[in-house]
């Protein structure tokens, strides 16, 4: 009995350590969407992790999703493709983030272009801009009156400043390759 006790509280305690078990509801519909989408249902958990993990800081606030794919036009020539694509937009309370997932099947990899776009004053975004060119790891790949693009070296990320006389916008971007 007591070996009964002890192997069903490990069952269980691994069941719980399990991540994609303890999503919640809306973040695993969110998710199991985007794998539908790419044909990836089948795919092992670790993987469904990997995928998830790089859009779920936009599923922490008050949220909502919408998506595209190579269905949603209907003069779409690509739905039949090997290559599929997911383009989805999470807005929350202080930002847009949007996501490509584009998945090369024959290669068994996924592109992912993460964007995120925040509205601030001008004031705050002048002194972001003031920070980033501060940053020995960035660099000013232009700057004008009322923008700048900045890179950060060795990196696929990116950011964009854009301000007016009283607002602005900063948009952060990067690319993950993810090998399933």
Do not use: P
């Not at 739905?79 to 584009?102: A, G, H, L, Q, W």
């Not at 964007?115 to 801009?129: D, G, I, M, N, P």
């Not at 990196?155 to 007016?164: A, E």
């Amino acid at each position: 009995m007591k070996h009964f006790i002890l192997v069903m509280i490990l069952i269980i305690n691994s069941y719980a350590l399990d991540e994609l078990s303890a999503m919640n509801k809306d973040n695993k519909e969110v998710l199991n969407a985007v794998l539908t989408k790419l044909e990836l249902e089948k795919t092992s958990n670790a993987n469904k992790m990997k995928i998830f993990n790089e859009f779920s800081f936009a599923l922490e606030k008050d949220w909502y999703v919408k998506w595209w794919d190579q269905n949603s036009a209907s003069k779409s020539k690509v739905s039949k493709e090997d290559t599929k694509f997911v383009e989805m937009i999470i807005v929350d309370e202080n930002r847009i983030y949007s996501f490509t997932f584009v998945y090369f099947k024959k290669k068994n990899q996924i592109f992912i272009t993460r964007r995120q776009f925040v509205a601030s004053t001008s004031e705050y975004l002048l002194e972001k801009f003031k920070e980033f060119k501060k940053d020995s790891e960035y660099t000013v790949s232009s700057e004008k009156n009322n923008y700048a693009y900045l890179t950060k070296k060795e990196y696929l990320i990116d950011s964009i400043i854009h301000i007016d006389d009283t607002f602005g916008i900063v948009s952060y971007l990067d690319m993950i390759v993810i090998d399933l």
